[in-house]
């Protein structure tokens, strides 16, 4: 399975395990077996004094995050359900009997893998068959903001105005586009976007400001939490109920084709 983005989201972490990994290695090769303890334990504490320095608030949850990321986080075990709320859809939800919800971050790294390496193809084959619908629901990650929450807020607005085709043609380009892992377009590449997708760019800025779009996007935080999402990409794949109600199982990563396949064709009857 491939590293979930939880996996990402602390880049600093991870050097000071590999020093911390080396510095050990060196002090077992010298016979100055004392000199080595006393390097290992100073730079244990060093690593621990900056991975944890105090702090408050959403700051500790996001520590908290970064420490889960040391082990890939499992999708929960049996059935789980979720809406597909009234986010983007793409296929036709009056006759597919699968769905395929999507919890995803505009600035992950591994969503972004997935979109370049295997959504095309999931598409091809289960949507544009009539197979299952896709929906887009947002996940943007707080070690990815503010960037993460900003291009979620845009693309939405750019749904609002030219419909769900639009948004996923623009969530397409944000992540051909996006450096990634917080960093974001460059500059002046949101307005390109924006224009490209032939929308008013001020009406979708000022709407991507607006508390009503800020709510549209905590509330699929909150469903996705509830459904047992902890990282990106996420997908909820299973049976399409008529009110919208989706139940099956969690599938996380940004897996190969043959991995959606394994999943979605227990639900394809």
């Not at 608030?57 to 970064?66: H, Q, Y």
């Not at 972004?112 to 193809?121: A, L, P, S």
């Not at 760019?201 to 800020?214: G, P, V, Y």
Request: net charge negative.
């Amino acid at each position: 399975m491939e590293m979930n983005e939880q996996q990402e989201v602390n880049e600093e972490i991870a050097p000071k395990k590999v020093r911390c990994a080396w510095l050990k290695k060196e002090a077992v090769s010298t016979d100055a077996l004392l000199i080595g303890l006393s390097v290992i334990f100073g730079a244990l504490i060093i690593a621990l004094t900056l991975s944890f320095p105090q702090m408050s608030g959403n700051k500790v949850a996001d520590v908290k995050k970064a420490a889960v990321a040391n082990d890939e986080p499992e999708a929960p075990t049996g059935p789980v359900t979720t809406t597909l709320d009234d986010d983007a859809v793409m296929g036709d939800k009056t006759k597919a009997k699968v769905a395929i919800v999507e919890f995803s971050d505009l600035e992950c790294p591994f969503c972004k893998r997935f979109h370049q390496e295997t959504y095309d193809q999931l598409v091809k084959e289960y949507v544009e068959s009539g197979k299952a619908i896709l929906v887009a629901r947002d996940f943007p990650l707080s070690f990815h903001d503010p960037k993460a929450t900003e291009e979620a807020s845009v693309a939405e607005c750019v749904r609002d105005q030219k419909g769900d085709a639009a948004y996923f043609a623009f969530t397409k380009e944000i992540y051909a586009n996006t450096v990634a892992n917080g960093k974001g377009l460059a500059q002046g590449k949101m307005l390109e976007l924006l224009k490209k997708a032939g929308v008013d760019t001020t009406k979708a800025l000022a709407c991507s400001e607006l508390e009503a779009t800020k709510q549209e996007i905590a509330k699929d935080i909150a469903d996705g939490t509830k459904a047992g999402v902890t990282g990106t990409p996420s997908f909820l794949i299973g049976t399409l109920s008529d009110d919208g109600t989706v139940t099956g199982e969690l599938v996380v990563g940004a897996l190969p084709i043959a991995g959606f396949q394994e999943v979605v064709n227990k639900y394809v009857k």
